[in-house]
């Protein structure tokens, strides 16, 4: 299931409208539309503002497209560290967001080099 139609099910779960959770999210309706038609893929920060709406987390909306396995979800599923982390990107401009993965990058490049 993508991302769309991740959305699209939560949607419907609330019983919300595409214009409600355009509302609740900032994310234009259609946007909304063309992501859950799969027209569109969806933007980390649309896929954070979506996630808040919906009261989930943001990995539950995007897990395929990143081709991360379901349990690695479950497993992070309500961390508080990753709720924080996904609070503090929320916020930031995309050059920001940016440079938090190159240093996140770096850092587990030296855990490895460490680790030889």
Same mark, same amino acid.
């Given at each position: 299931?993508?991302?769309?139609?991740?959305?699209?099910?939560?949607?419907?779960?609330?019983?919300?409208?595409?214009?409600?959770?355009?509302?609740?999210?900032?994310?234009?309706? =259609? =946007? #909304? =539309?063309?992501?859950?038609?799969?027209?569109?893929?969806? %933007?980390? =920060?649309? @896929?954070?503002?979506?996630?808040? @709406?919906?009261?989930?987390?943001?990995?539950?909306?995007?897990?395929?497209?990143?081709?991360?396995?379901?349990?690695?979800?479950?497993?992070?599923?309500?961390?508080?560290?990753?709720?924080?982390?996904?609070?503090?990107? %929320?916020?930031?401009?995309?050059?920001?967001?940016?440079?938090?993965?190159?240093?996140?990058?770096?850092?587990?490049?030296?855990?490895? #080099?460490?680790?030889?």
């Amino acid at each position: 299931m993508g991302a769309g139609e991740m959305i699209k099910m939560l949607r419907e779960e609330k019983g919300w409208s595409q214009n409600r959770l355009s509302k609740e999210s900032g994310v234009p309706q =259609s =946007s #909304l =539309s063309a992501l859950e038609l799969g027209e569109r893929e969806i %933007s980390i =920060s649309y @896929a954070v503002s979506l996630a808040k @709406a919906l009261g989930c987390d943001v990995l539950q909306i995007i897990w395929e497209e990143l081709k991360i396995d379901r349990t690695e979800i479950q497993k992070t599923y309500g961390d508080p560290i990753i709720e924080k982390i996904t609070d503090m990107l %929320s916020s930031m401009t995309p050059e920001q967001k940016r440079k938090v993965l190159d240093y996140t990058s770096d850092q587990k490049q030296l855990q490895k #080099l460490k680790a030889k």
